[in-house]
């Protein structure tokens, strides 16, 4: 199985074949997740899953590097808790490995352990930290643009469908994780309800693992952060919380068509049957743009960063009812699920690529230029996560739920990043 071209440095543009890929073998160095420090398997902290009286090592104890980490992101903190344990005064026969990776570790009370810590913010690291590569993506847009929608769909074609096309299985990161996801699936798919706004507060990171059937390709650890949207366009909270946005390896951006002024009141006339907000107060997308710039853009070379960045046009459902050739055919690909196999489809992509980029130049012009100055990498996509109109916060029962291309935005991200080969048909 070649078409995970793993660490390639081939040309992309000029990639029309599958390729051999080449795997970097482990342990690799582990980012953690919540301060996104780097450091070596080794370095790994330990969490003791027992307490001692009378043993000062072993005592429960104030933690202080995860308080200040709680502190610092709005976070209550924590009173005791079970020690750390120190791993270098261990015996090597205490110590566990898997794939050369340290993952347990048996303390002088012959106790095993494996809750393995971040040894700069005391956090709790993935499971696979250490025995494939981590990589966070970042989703961001303005209020009401549907980023908890778009996320809970995304995981569901990836878990169901692509997932077997491209011959690999993203499961939760945790049981925690697991029961969030659950919880969002069945709310939508099951109850035809939507998902509440996601709460303006600290942010948490939604960890998924990625692993091929190709047991030479190490598990990929994917870090979603979904970001709120009032949080974007207030910079106290991105100055707290955004961190993840600059240590991003992807950004998935997306923007709502009910933002454009341009279409506003073509949709909203166009879509009679649809009784959401058609009001002024939506953010326009180049507001977002500003922060970003603020936050860290304009603090990188050229004033311009080189995250792959996918442009996601949401709600693409809605452009069908606008009769308005000059924007959109209403034959468009944008209209059309398309499923990408065992490589990511250039052809297929270039078309919706071009598609979406003239759409945008026409509706919002702006947006678009502060776009291709400020970015380097970046793809343009339009999906749909319901297939569908939701009213008054639900979704018709009739109706069914059929998401269109929401996996290709990240698909063109795993391709940009060296895990998905490319080639035409």
Not at 191 to 215: A, G, R, S, V, Y
Not at 235 to 264: C, E, T, V, W
Request: with cysteine; aromatic share 10%.
């Amino acid at each position: 199985m070649g078409f995970f071209g793993l660490f390639r440095n081939d040309n992309k543009k000029q990639n029309n074949d599958y390729r051999k890929a080449t795997y970097e073998k482990g342990p690799f160095m582990i980012k953690c997740p919540f301060c996104f420090k780097k450091f070596k398997t080794e370095q790994v902290a330990f969490r003791a899953s027992h307490s001692e009286k009378g043993d000062p090592e072993y005592e429960k104890a104030v933690d202080e590097l995860l308080n200040e980490y709680n502190k610092r992101i709005g976070k209550g903190v924590y009173g005791e808790i079970n020690p750390i344990i120190k791993v270098e005064g261990l015996p090597e026969s205490n110590k566990i490995r898997v794939d050369k990776v340290l993952i347990e570790v048996k303390d002088k009370y012959d106790t095993n352990t494996s809750e393995r810590l971040c040894p700069y913010c005391h956090n709790e690291l993935p499971i696979t930290s250490g025995r494939g590569p981590s990589k966070i993506i970042s989703v961001v847009g303005a209020s009401q643009v549907g980023k908890s929608v778009y996320m809970t769909t995304l995981l569901h074609v990836l878990e169901r469908y692509t997932g077997e096309r491209i011959d690999a299985s993203l499961i939760a990161g945790s049981s925690a994780y697991n029961d969030e996801i659950r919880e969002n699936q069945e709310r939508i798919f099951d109850k035809n309800i939507m998902l509440d706004p996601t709460p303006k507060q600290h942010m948490e990171p939604l960890i998924e693992n990625l692993k091929f059937k190709n047991d030479k390709i190490p598990p990929l650890t994917l870090i979603f952060y979904d970001v709120p949207g009032e949080g974007m366009t207030d910079r106290g909270y991105i100055d707290k919380h955004g961190d993840h946005i600059k240590n991003s390896d992807g950004i998935i951006f997306l923007i709502d068509p009910l933002q454009m002024k341009a279409l506003r009141k073509k949709i909203s006339l166009a879509n009679k049957e649809f009784k959401g907000d058609f009001t002024e107060k939506y953010q326009e997308p180049k507001d977002i743009i500003v922060y970003l710039f603020e936050n860290f853009i304009s603090k990188q070379s050229n004033e311009k960063t080189n995250i792959p960045t996918a442009i996601v046009v949401t709600k693409s459902d809605m452009l069908k009812n606008l009769n308005d050739e000059e924007y959109i055919g209403s034959n468009s690909n944008i209209f059309k699920n398309y499923e990408h196999g065992k490589f990511f489809n250039l052809n297929e992509y270039e078309n919706i690529d071009g598609e979406v980029r003239k759409f945008l130049g026409k509706v919002d012009g702006a947006f678009k230029g502060a776009m291709d100055t400020y970015f380097g990498i970046t793809g343009y996509f339009a999906v749909s996560s319901l297939g569908c109109n939701p009213q008054n916060l639900k979704i018709d029962s009739s109706t069914n739920i059929s998401p269109i291309r929401v996996d290709e935005p990240f698909l063109w991200l795993l391709y940009q990043m060296n895990y998905l080969d490319g080639g035409r048909e």
